[in-house]
């Protein structure tokens, strides 16, 4: 039975169509979600905030600093207590209810980093009709996946989850402890290279691609073909970064899992 008070902790009750779209997004999101921003992308127009250079810069840095801190986050949880998020056959599944890390202070840090990863891309390409359609389509998209979880999980771990529930909010971390969970536990560095290096490439890519990509909306192809050695000598090394740790990887450098 569950004792009185922590019902409100429990995940809200979720209907079958949340369950069978969080499925789907669950097996298929690597993939549905590059394509619906590549859409929104080619079919929305960047628009510099005020028309003014000074306030495009400032955009594109407040775009950058909040997908960074998504990528930051995802290390940060990866490094001291990974969670595998790809499941089984790319079906939900945990062999353990993770707890520690950073789920010790939030029940889904790694989607809340993609979701700020997401949002920050879409403040760089700074269209309000990327907005009306990206945000709310990311939103729903991984309240889905997380509903269908929380479901999965509900059902596996019983009450040891309905404690878990109680004592650790579903998205913005609880500062409380943080620093010592931080401090007290040993960074896994490498697992965050063979675990990140494509994600951080793919993001670090796809920055420096809307930049070159807004500038041929707002300013014309010829300055963007202008901006296009800058933008090489920016890209190249990210490039070079990648291979190598690709081939730490595949030589077994960086340890398995």
Request: proline share 5%.
């Amino acid at each position: 039975m569950t004792e009185p008070g922590i019902s409100s902790a429990l995940p809200r009750a979720t209907h079958p169509l949340w369950l069978a779209a969080g499925r789907f997004f669950f097996r298929f999101r690597n993939a549905v979600f590059p394509l619906v921003f590549l859409a929104i992308v080619l079919t929305t127009r960047a628009r510099w905030p005020f028309q003014d250079r000074l306030w495009e810069m400032l955009s594109n840095a407040l775009g950058i600093a909040v997908a960074l801190t998504g990528q930051i986050l995802r290390a940060l949880v990866i490094g001291l207590a990974y969670i595998e998020r790809g499941g089984k056959d790319r079906q939900v599944y945990a062999k353990g209810l993770v707890q520690e890390g950073i789920f010790a202070h939030s029940r889904n840090p790694l989607y809340l980093g993609n979701l700020l990863g997401l949002i920050g891309l879409l403040i760089v390409h700074n269209s309000p009709a990327g907005y009306l359609l990206g945000v709310p389509f990311f939103l729903l998209a991984y309240e889905a996946i997380v509903r269908t979880e929380e479901d999965y999980l509900a059902r596996r771990f019983n009450e040891e989850y309905v404690r878990y529930c109680q004592r650790v909010p579903r998205f913005l971390p609880s500062l409380t402890g943080l620093r010592a969970t931080v401090t007290g536990m040993r960074f896994d560095w490498r697992r965050v290279l063979r675990k990140e290096y494509g994600t951080t490439f793919s993001g670090l890519t796809g920055i420096l691609v809307l930049l070159l990509w807004d500038r041929a909306q707002v300013l014309g192809a010829a300055s963007a073909k202008q901006a296009l050695p800058a933008f090489l000598a920016l890209w190249l090394p990210l490039l070079a970064a990648y291979l190598w740790i690709r081939y730490l990887k595949k030589k077994g450098s960086l340890g398995i899992g």
